[in-house]
């Protein structure tokens, strides 16, 4: 099979996969963010044993990729694979007054999330942490020079002091996410940094963070609050 052909038979599978209306919801719903099957099987109502059916066929076709959550491991989660979807992504206009990125210490992932989000939107932006650390780290600090982007915020700061009632929240790591449960918008599932410690793992979070904020930003629109 030559290049031309095996770019179509994979286009085929893409589309093939996509055809079935709950698989086509589950790809909507992860061009947002991350999910774990319990929350789909709960979006979806579906059985468990036919949602395994329809993540299998998303899986096969290269659409879905999955992860083992760094706070429960017997918990996993979906997300898409990069390029899974170019030229095919849906582009709803959600409108949100303010971005809440939240992990749970908020000395790294969600002060680099709000950070690129300046650069990305005119949505206001605000991080915080469900247990904020003493400072941010130093490691986050480093990589953000290294890209060019200076950290705005000079401390970490709780959840319940910089929440609104119609903040638009992104979780950034598992742990904040199954300890927020409903009460989050959006979950990216980053892997955390701090606990490697190295600056690839920190340029690795800032990138993946960079990327999710360029598909998700033309998304919002800004709603008077």
């Keep these: 099979m030559n290049t031309e052909e095996t770019c179509l038979a994979g286009r085929v599978a893409r589309y093939a996969a996509l055809a079935d209306p709950v698989r086509l919801r589950i790809v909507d719903l992860l061009t947002l963010g991350d999910v774990a099957p319990v929350e789909l099987q709960g979006e979806l109502g579906v059985s468990s044993s036919l949602l395994a059916h329809h993540l299998n066929q998303l899986e096969q076709a290269g659409l879905i990729v999955r992860t083992r959550s760094e706070a429960d491991r017997?918990?996993?989660?979906?997300?898409?694979?990069?390029?899974?979807?170019?030229?095919?992504?849906p582009s709803p206009m959600l409108g949100v007054r303010r971005v809440v990125f939240v992990c749970t210490g908020n000395s790294a992932r969600s002060q680099l999330a709000a950070a690129?989000?300046?650069?990305?939107?005119?949505i206001p932006v605000a991080s915080a942490g469900t247990h904020p650390a003493a400072q941010i780290e130093p490691g986050a600090i480093a990589?953000?020079?290294?890209?060019?982007?200076?950290?705005?915020?000079?401390?970490?700061?709780?959840?319940?002091?910089?929440?609104?009632?119609?903040?638009?929240?992104?979780?950034?790591?598992?742990?904040?996410?199954?300890?927020?449960g409903?009460?989050?918008?959006?979950?990216?599932?980053?892997?955390?940094?701090?606990r490697d410690g190295t600056d690839a793992a920190f340029d690795a979070a800032f990138e993946d963070i960079a990327a999710r904020i360029q598909s998700l930003a033309p998304r919002l629109t800004t709603t008077k609050g």
């Design 116 to 122: 690129l989000w300046h650069g990305s939107s005119d």
């Design 74 to 89: 017997r918990r996993t989660y979906l997300h898409l694979a990069p390029g899974a979807l170019d030229g095919l992504t």
């Design 143 to 180: 990589a953000a020079d290294r890209h060019g982007l200076t950290l705005r915020a000079c401390a970490p700061r709780a959840l319940d002091d910089v929440l609104g009632a119609d903040d638009f929240v992104v979780t950034v790591c598992d742990t904040a996410h199954e300890e927020l």
């Design 182 to 194: 409903d009460a989050g918008c959006v979950h990216w599932s980053v892997p955390d940094p701090v």
